[in-house]
Structures are given as C-alpha cells and as structure tokens.
C-alpha cells in the first residue's frame, strides 16, 4: 500500500491484464481556513491543470469536499498542492479515501 501523510491507498500501482494505470477516484474532506478563500476554485483550476474530472464544494461545517478522477499519480500530485500551495488558505488536515474511478464526470466543476 502506497501511504500519503496519513493517507493510505490500498489501490496504489493497481493495473488491468493490459498493464494501463487504472483510473483512481478520491473523495476528500479538506479542514482548516478553506472556505471564503478562494480555495474550490483554486481546487477547480489546478485539478484542470492535471487533467483530472470531479467536482469541489462547500460544506456547511466549514470543509471542503472534494471529488476527483484521474491517474493516480495526479491524484497524488492535487493533494499535494491543495495541502501546501494555496497562497491564503491554511489547510489542517485531508481525510481522503481512495477507490476505483466511477467516470462519471466530464471535467471538473464547483457545486454550489
């Protein structure tokens, strides 16, 4: 298993009987100063930028959700840059779980 912070991937290098990455889906809990900041559609822009679809939204217990599709070394990669890259947001934790993308989504969105 492939450990991200306190993030654990049971799927991490998973690959189909023709050896392509298998498209990865997480769904993250983002805490801390995050909303009224910009930061969904920070999220939105940089999630564009890895070529990854899902969405971003706030929750009212001050959070923010997001989904996202996509290889997982950009799943990796979003993470990393939502955690640490923001220029206002102060981020204290991201509860992701990792699963098997569902490919539902098109591009990546804000929901309000």
Do not use: C
């Amino acid at each position: 298993m492939k450990k991200i912070g306190m993030i654990v991937n049971p799927y991490a290098a998973a690959k189909n009987y023709t050896g392509e990455m298998i498209m990865k889906r997480i769904h993250a809990f983002v805490s801390g100063s995050v909303q009224g900041v910009f930061f969904r559609s920070f999220a939105r822009n940089e999630a564009a930028k890895l070529g990854l679809t899902g969405f971003a939204r706030n929750l009212d217990d001050g959070r923010v959700e997001i989904v996202a599709e996509g290889d997982e070394d950009k799943l990796t990669g979003l993470i990393e840059i939502l955690k640490t890259k923001h220029p206002i947001a102060q981020v204290e934790n991201i509860d992701a779980e990792w699963n098997e993308a569902k490919k539902e989504f098109n591009n990546f969105r804000i929901i309000h």
